[in-house]
Nanobody, 125 residues
Framework: VQLVESGGGVVQAGDSLRVSCAAS????????MAWFRQAPGEEREFVAA????????YNEDSVVGRFTISRENAKDTVSLQMNSLKPEDTAVYYC???????????????????WGPGTQVTVSS
């Protein structure tokens, strides 16, 4: 069971970046998928999540209107399109999935069973 993120990099404030996560080892099409991020010296925080069928998405308040989460179940991938990036978006971005995530746990790291190693996103001012 493996999640692998890709697409991180260094961009300037106001730029866009798309990070993706590929799953392997089992099908993730029935899981809720999410993105979390962790800046140096900070706690890991929720960014966005999407239910197994894409019917519902959840976003952290600071990314509403800028970030969009999507998934392609046929390819077992989930992506995060990030627009209007700010220096405070700088962090390691982690992909996560879980088969038993509920509305009560969707924004908590403990609700997810599988995690990727992370990809660095750096936004310069």
């Amino acid at each position: 069971v493996q999640l692998v993120e890709s697409g991180g990099g260094v961009v300037q404030a106001g730029d866009s970046l798309r990070v993706s996560c590929a799953a392997s080892g089992r099908t993730f099409r029935w899981d809720t998928m999410a993105w979390f991020r962790q800046a140096p010296g900070e706690e890991r925080e929720f960014v966005a999540a999407i239910t197994y069928n894409g019917a519902s998405t959840y976003n952290e308040d600071s990314v509403v209107g800028r970030f969009t989460i999507s998934r392609e179940n046929a390819k077992d991938t989930v992506s995060l399109q990030m627009n209007s990036l700010k220096p405070e978006d700088t962090a390691v971005y982690y992909c996560a999935s879980g088969p038993l995530v509920t509305r009560a746990t969707v924004k908590t790291a403990s609700g997810y069973l599988y995690w990727g190693p992370g990809t660095q996103v750096t936004v310069s001012s």
